[in-house]
């Protein structure tokens, strides 16, 4: 039986958008991430977080940087038993102030490839998986790749609702944040919240 994926985006949805972080102590979590991340486990899926770093691209920030950055992030989570299983990212961007980052790439968000990349690595059911985030492509790339997408209102979630609620391709939810957007899909699956084993 194949693997499923809550995939998370990382900026306004695990912690605050704070623009383009070079450093892990810039890194601000929300207080309900833990927690929501934990109930990711106990519902059985794999917690993969998919973000779009164009910083890199743009010379905001080295790439080895943002490895730093992930890596601390990903330590500090499992330390308080709520691990990431995968972070994916993509630095590209097609007016990159660095040359070999200046493409139309198929990993940045709303495009699937950072998806189809996780569901080849990780053995994952696309389709019984879940899309959680703040923006308007975290949205559009879940329905890409076939998952059910869920907007939270944190981070750019307001405006980005703005954008979609007209939309012929609105979100399957809308929560107030990471933590509600996982007990509504704990309720969805008729799936109570366990301890993970």
Same mark, same amino acid.
């Given at each position: 039986?194949?693997?499923?994926?809550?995939?998370?985006?990382?900026?306004?949805?695990?912690?605050?958008?704070?623009?383009?972080?070079?450093?892990?102590?810039?890194?601000?979590?929300?207080?309900?991430?833990?927690?929501?991340?934990?109930?990711?486990?106990?519902?059985?899926?794999?917690?993969?977080?998919?973000?779009?770093?164009?910083?890199?691209?743009?010379?905001?920030?080295?790439?080895?940087?943002?490895?730093?950055?992930?890596?601390? +992030?990903? /330590?500090?989570?499992? %330390?308080?038993?709520?691990? &990431?299983? @995968?972070?994916?990212?993509? =630095?590209? $961007? #097609?007016?990159?102030?660095?040359?070999?980052?200046?493409?139309?790439?198929?990993?940045?968000?709303?495009?699937?490839?950072?998806?189809?990349?996780?569901?080849?690595?990780?053995?994952?059911?696309?389709?019984?998986?879940?899309?959680?985030?703040?923006?308007?492509?975290?949205?559009?790339?879940?329905?890409?790749?076939?998952?059910?997408?869920?907007?939270? +209102?944190? /981070?750019?979630?307001? %405006?980005?609702?703005?954008? &979609?609620? @007209?939309?012929?391709?609105? =979100?399957? $939810? #809308?929560?107030?944040?990471?933590?509600?957007?996982?007990?509504?899909?704990?309720?969805?699956?008729?799936?109570?919240?366990?301890?993970?084993?």
């Amino acid at each position: 039986m194949k693997n499923r994926a809550i995939f998370l985006d990382r900026d306004g949805t695990i912690n605050k958008d704070v623009g383009y972080p070079s450093d892990f102590g810039q890194i601000r979590l929300y207080p309900f991430s833990v927690e929501a991340i934990r109930d990711i486990h106990r519902l059985g899926f794999l917690a993969v977080v998919v973000t779009n770093q164009s910083g890199i691209g743009r010379g905001l920030i080295p790439e080895a940087a943002l490895r730093d950055i992930h890596e601390r +992030l990903g /330590g500090a989570l499992k %330390r308080q038993k709520a691990p &990431l299983d @995968k972070i994916y990212y993509c =630095p590209h $961007h #097609v007016r990159a102030a660095v040359p070999k980052y200046r493409r139309d790439c198929s990993c940045r968000k709303p495009k699937p490839g950072m998806g189809r990349k996780a569901a080849a690595e990780l053995d994952l059911d696309l389709r019984k998986s879940y899309m959680i985030g703040d923006k308007v492509e975290d949205v559009r790339f879940g329905q890409a790749i076939g998952a059910t997408s869920i907007l939270v +209102l944190t /981070g750019f979630g307001r %405006r980005s609702w703005t954008a &979609l609620r @007209k939309s012929a391709r609105p =979100p399957a $939810h #809308v929560a107030r944040n990471l933590r509600t957007a996982v007990r509504w899909i704990a309720r969805r699956e008729n799936r109570a919240v366990r301890p993970r084993a």
